[in-house]
C-alpha cells in the first residue's frame, strides 16, 4: 500500500517523511538519486522488506536550491521597530517571493514595543500584501499569525534580531532555539551544504531557511525589463501609462501614471526609489551577462 506525504528531513541518503501524524525515516527507492529528492517534497512511499521506500516525487510549485526546499507556500517576512527596518530587505524579499511563486506575507513584530512602523507599512505594503502586527513578547494577533500558518508551509526571513525565533519557537512550542538554525550557524563556512528542514506543531509548518536573512539581489531570477510585472502597486495602474511597456523608470512624467502618483503622494515615494535602485542594479547585472 502507498501512502502520500511530505520530506520534512534529509540526511545523506535518510529521508523523514511526515505521513497522517508519524513520521517514518525511508530510504529512495533504487531507481530514484537522493540528490533530486527535496525537503518540502511530496512523495509516495510503500513499505517494502519491512523498510519504507520513497516511490515518487509529486510535481513540485516551485524549487529553491540555496537553501534547498521544495514547495514553500508562504515567505513571512519579519519586521520590527528596533531594530529599524530596511525597507529595500522587504522589497527585495517579496520580489524574491513573487519569482518564486510564493506569497509574501508582513509581520511587523514587537508591537509591545512600539507600532511606529505601522503606518507606513500600511501605506505602503497593505493594497497587496497581508500585514500582521504582532508581537511575540505579549502574543498580540498570535492567533491570526497561527491561522495564516495553518496546513501550509511557511519560511520566516528578515533582518536579525526582529525576533524571528522568538515567534517561531512560540508556534513551535520550543524554548529553546532551534536544533537546526543553530547548526546552520555553526556550519556557515562557504562550502558546507546548508541545511534544511521542516518542523511542525499542530498543522502549521516551519521551514528552517536562514539563509534568506541576507538575499542577495543579485539572485533574484529576474531580468530587469520584467520588475514592472512584479509590482502589483503599479500594475493596477499601468494600463494608464502611455506605452503599455512602460518601465516606470526613463518615460517622461507626462506619460507615467506612477510617476504622476508617486509626485501626487499617492504612492509610497520611498518604495518606487527602492524600485529604482532594483531596477538599476538588474539593469547592470543583464548588460554585464547580456553585453
Ligand atoms: N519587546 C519585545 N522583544 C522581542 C519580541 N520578539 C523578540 N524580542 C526580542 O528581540 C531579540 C531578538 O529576537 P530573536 O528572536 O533572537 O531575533 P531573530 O530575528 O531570530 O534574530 P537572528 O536569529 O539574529 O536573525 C531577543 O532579545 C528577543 O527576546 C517582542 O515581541 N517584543
Ligand atoms: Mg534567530
Ligand atoms: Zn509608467
Redesign the pocket.
Known sequence: MELKGRVVKKLADDFWVYVNNNTIKCKPRGSLKSSGIYVGDIVDISLQNNLYVIEKVHERTNILIRPPIANLDQLII?I?SVPKPDYMIVDKLILFAYSYGITPIIVV?????SESENKYVSFSYEKFVKIIF?????KKNIGELKEILTNKVSAFA????????????MLLKKET?LEG?LSTKINRGKNTTRHSEIYFHENIMIADT?GF?SLDEKLLPIAYYELPYYYPDYNQFKSECKYSSCMHYNEPMVDCKIKQLVNDNKLDKSRYERYRKIYKILEEKWVKTHG
Request: aromatic fraction near 0%; hydrophobic fraction near 35%.
Open positions: 519579519v520590527s513584530n514587537k508591537q509591545d514595543l504582532v508581537s511575540a513578547k505579549t528578515g533582518q536579525s534580531a526582529v525576533g524571528k525565533s522568538a515567534l517561531i519557537n532555539a538554525e536562514s536573512t
